[in-house]
């Protein structure tokens, strides 16, 4: 058995004793959304068209992170429609960035790979860096709609004849929390992918302007910088769409 199968293999077993049936189903979901990442590469190698692939399979990611990993139905319906509508608006701004930032194709570090081949693959580096960018965010915004709407979800259970201004006060507070949560989640990430390249710049000597215009820094800080505002919009909306959604079932 290799390294990859007994860890995967202990994470099946950790989610299972931990999650019970949501673990099974949150364990089937990384399988899922893994597999669809591998089929993504593959129809664009394949010459598929690439923003006709992102299409497609934006809701599919959503859908399996979302209603996959939690297990009210009612959470997952508003956590999806928070996460598409927000998702729309992200991949609108990182279409319009990427196309003055200009960090698609390689680096200045990829060079010496790169010697004697040829760059003229076929396809699109633009239309790539914002497929990876769209998707870098997905996970993101769908961890924080969850969010928002199991807290909101589990306090109307608790009172349900809180009002609707309650709900709201406490989506803030509840927002509040899981905004500072997830954006150190997306800093420990980044700091940590990206260490081997920070050791690089300290050891060649790169000046702060150097770094900042690096073009392989530049698109990842984008990310997180994507991924902070899918955040930022993600929680006030999913409290508002879900304290509507509990005020109108209310009515009836």
């Known amino acids: 058995m290799s390294t990859l199968s007994a860890l995967l293999l202990l994470l099946f077993v950790l989610m299972l004793l931990v999650g019970g049936k949501t673990g099974f189903k949150s ?18 190698s394949w010459g598929a068209n690439i923003i006709g692939v992102a299409l497609i399979f934006i809701p599919l990611k959503l859908l399996t992170i979302i209603f996959l990993g939690t297990h009210d ?9 928070s996460a598409l509508v927000v998702s729309l608006i992200v991949i609108l701004l990182i279409i319009a960035i990427q196309f003055f930032a200009q960090t698609a194709g390689f680096g200045d570090q990829a060079g010496e790979e790169l010697v004697g081949l040829s760059l003229q693959a076929g396809i699109s580096f633009p239309q790539i860096s914002i497929v990876v960018a769209i998707f870098s965010t997905l996970g993101a915004i769908a961890e924080a709609s969850v969010a928002m709407s199991a807290g909101l979800l589990e306090l109307k259970h608790h009172d349900p004849q809180i009002s609707r201004d309650q709900l709201l006060k406490h989506g803030n507070l509840i927002g509040s929390d899981i905004l500072g949560t997830a954006m150190n989640t997306i800093l420990f990430g980044f700091f940590g992918s990206f260490l ?42 999913t409290t508002v769409l879900l304290t509507n959604s509990l005020s109108k079932e209310n009515k009836k």
Do not use: Q
Request: aromatic share 18%; hydrophobic share 60%; glycine share 2%.
């Open 27 to 44: 364990y089937l979901s990384v399988i899922i959304n893994a597999s669809l990442i591998i089929l993504v590469a593959l129809l664009i």
């Open 73 to 81: 139905y009612v959470v997952a319906k508003n956590s999806f429609l």
């Open 196 to 237: 081997p390249l920070f050791i690089w710049y300290m050891r060649l000597h790169y000046s702060l302007f150097e770094v900042l215009n690096d073009k392989l820094f530049v698109g990842e800080c984008l990310i997180i910088v994507y991924s902070f505002i899918g955040i930022l919009l993600t929680i006030p909306f």
